[in-house]
């Protein structure tokens, strides 16, 4: 069992920025950062496959960055350039099985989630 906690989220205007942990008991094989907004299914943010795979939504690339500190378990989002279509609640996933890069961004495939933390842009 893996133990997640999110961190960092708050409220922001366009063109903001944001910076997001996840304090893990532990790093997984592959870690990733989801978002839902109301009303819409979560959708995958970034995907880390070890040992430096990096796959990124297209909606996100250029702005926001990924990195991990396996001294202190922990993996951060830098999140610049916030629209409000970034709003929603950010969650930290983990799995430690094999997959394909096409599936990384795919919720169905990490099986232990944080609690989530909320991100909201305003306009």
């Known amino acids: 069992q893996v133990q997640l906690v999110e961190s960092g989220g708050g409220s922001v205007q366009t063109g903001g920025s944001l910076r997001l942990s996840c304090a893990a008991s532990?790093?997984?094989?592959?870690m990733a950062w989801f978002r839902q907004a109301p009303g819409k299914e979560r959708e995958g943010v970034v995907a880390?496959?070890?040992?430096?795979?990096?796959r990124y939504a297209d909606a996100v690339k250029d702005r926001f960055t990924v990195s991990q500190d396996s001294a202190k378990n922990t993996l951060t989002l830098q999140m610049n350039n916030l629209t409000p279509e970034d709003t929603g609640v950010y969650y930290c996933?983990?799995?430690?099985?094999?997959?394909?890069?096409?599936?990384?961004?795919?919720?169905?495939?990490?099986?232990?989630w944080g609690q989530g933390t909320q991100v909201t842009v305003s306009s």
């Open positions: 996933a983990a799995d430690d099985g094999q997959l394909s890069w096409q599936s990384l961004l795919q919720p169905t495939a990490y099986k232990w």
């Open positions: 880390m496959r070890a040992p430096a795979t990096r």
């Open positions: 532990q790093l997984t094989y592959r």
